[in-house]
Nanobody, 114 residues
Framework: VQLQASGGGLVQPGGSLRLSCAAA????????MRWYRQAPGKQRELVAS???????IYADSAKGRFTISRDNAKKTVYLQTNSLKPEDTAVYYC?????????WGQGTLVTVSS
């Protein structure tokens, strides 16, 4: 199983990034897909989640600014991040859960700074 995250980078406050996570080796359409993040010196936290039927949940910090979506044909989950703040700086990780197993991607760094 491989989860390849991409799309991170350096962005100014108020800017946007679109993170992508391409999956291989799982029946993607059946998986719950999530984005987590881990800021320096902090614990990893859930940012957003999307189920196989498209239901979504968001952390309070992400509501109204981030949007999680999935393309089952491309086996890819996205995280559109808007109105970014310095406190959004973190490594963002892709996560997949399917049939009692969980998998992590390698992470992509998002740095929000002027």
């Amino acid at each position: 199983v491989q989860l390849q995250a991409s799309g991170g980078g350096l962005v100014q406050p108020g800017g946007s990034l679109r993170l992508s996570c391409a999956a291989a080796g799982i029946i993607f359409s059946n998986a719950v897909m999530r984005w987590y993040r881990q800021a320096p010196g902090k614990q990893r936290e859930l940012v957003a989640s999307v189920t196989s039927d498209g239901s979504t949940i968001y952390a309070d910090s992400a509501k109204g600014r981030f949007t999680i979506s999935r393309d089952n044909a491309k086996k890819t989950v996205y995280l559109q991040t808007n109105s970014l703040k310095p406190e959004d700086t973190a490594v963002y990780y892709c996560y997949a859960a399917i049939i009692l197993r969980a998998y992590w991607g390698q992470g992509t760094l998002v740095t929000v700074s002027s």
